[in-house]
C-alpha cells in the first residue's frame, strides 16, 4: 500500500468527523447534554488529527499522481493549496475543540458562548471542506469536471 492508496482511504475521514461532530455538538445544545458536547469536541480533535495524516499522504502520493497519463498537474496544485487552507481551519477547529472540552469539563461561564462560537466557526470549516474535497475529486474523477473543461483532459 503507498501514500497514495492510504491518501484515497483516509481523506473522507476529516470531512466525515467535522459532519459527525457538528450533528453530536447540535443534539448536545438542543439537550443540554454537557457529554454530547464534549463527545463532539473529542470528533473534532480526531478530525484534525486526521487532517494532518491526510495531508501528509497527500504530499507522498503527489509524485506518484503526477507520473499518470492524463492528470492535470494545475488540478494537484489547486488542490494542494485549498487542502492546506482547510488544514489550516481544521486545525483551529480542534485548538478551539481543545479548550472547548476544557471549558465544558470545568463549567466555565464562557462555555456555553465557545461551543456557539465552534458551531458557527463550523460552516467556514466545511466550506473549505468542500473546496478541498471538489478539487481532490477533479484531479481523477472527470465525471465531477464540467464538459467544458472535461474536453481538454
Do not use: C
Not at 480526531?46 to 495524516?53: I, K, N, Q, R
Amino acid at each position: 500500500m503507498n501514500n497514495a492508496h492510504l491518501h484515497l482511504l483516509l481523506n473522507h475521514l476529516s470531512i466525515t468527523f467535522v459532519i459527525i461532530g457538528f450533528i453530536v455538538m447540535l443534539f448536545g445544545f438542543l439537550f443540554k447534554s454537557d457529554i454530547a458536547k464534549r463527545i463532539a469536541y473529542l470528533i473534532f480533535i480526531l478530525a484534525a488529527l486526521f487532517g494532518f495524516v491526510t495531508f501528509q499522504t497527500g504530499e507522498g502520493s503527489k509524485p506518484l499522481i503526477e507520473g499518470i497519463k492524463g492528470v492535470n498537474k494545475i488540478s494537484i496544485i489547486t488542490h494542494e493549496k485549498t487542502a492546506l487552507i482547510f488544514l489550516f481551519f481544521l486545525y483551529l477547529l480542534g485548538a478551539f475543540s481543545i479548550v472547548g472540552l476544557w471549558a465544558n469539563w470545568k463549567k466555565k461561564s464562557f462555555s456555553n458562548l465557545l461551543g456557539y462560537s465552534i458551531m458557527v466557526y463550523l460552516f467556514v470549516v466545511f466550506y473549505y471542506a468542500i473546496q478541498a474535497g471538489t478539487t481532490g475529486g477533479e484531479i481523477r474523477h472527470l465525471e465531477i469536471i464540467p464538459l467544458v473543461e472535461n474536453s481538454d483532459v
